[in-house]
């Protein structure tokens, strides 16, 4: 079960009441960086960890973007997204999952002129 609110009114009464525990044993920032290794050793260097958001599903975990970026040119685009279990620090990702990440950041390394392809 994953809980996501798309949208909240503007205007009119809102009542949500939603109760969730779990003990937080790794932050926002320790997240991203087990992300941020992860992906350099297993996927490629030139990913990058972005800013984790907390989901609540069976297990509370931080969703981190992967992204693809240059050295001297900066971000490129989102690659994907992986999940860091709050309470254990592991990363839950299936091989279909890590390959789809990889095959969306050769996609944008296609796509994308850096300053040293432009001069070849």
Known sequence: METSIEQIPA??????????SAN???SAAAARRIVGRFVAD????????????????????WRVPVTLAYPGH???GAAGTL???????QISATPEQLS??????????????TPARSAA
């Open 11 to 20: 205007t009119g009464q809102l009542h949500l009441t939603i109760q969730v």
């Open 24 to 26: 937080v044993n790794y």
């Open 42 to 61: 297993e996927i490629g260097y030139l990913l990058r960890a972005g800013d984790p958001t907390l989901v609540v599903s069976d297990r509370i975990r």
């Open 74 to 76: 900066g971000l490129v």
């Open 83 to 89: 999940d860091v279990d709050v309470e254990t620090g």
């Open 100 to 113: 789809d990440i990889a095959q969306h950041a050769t996609d944008l390394a296609a796509h994308t002129t």
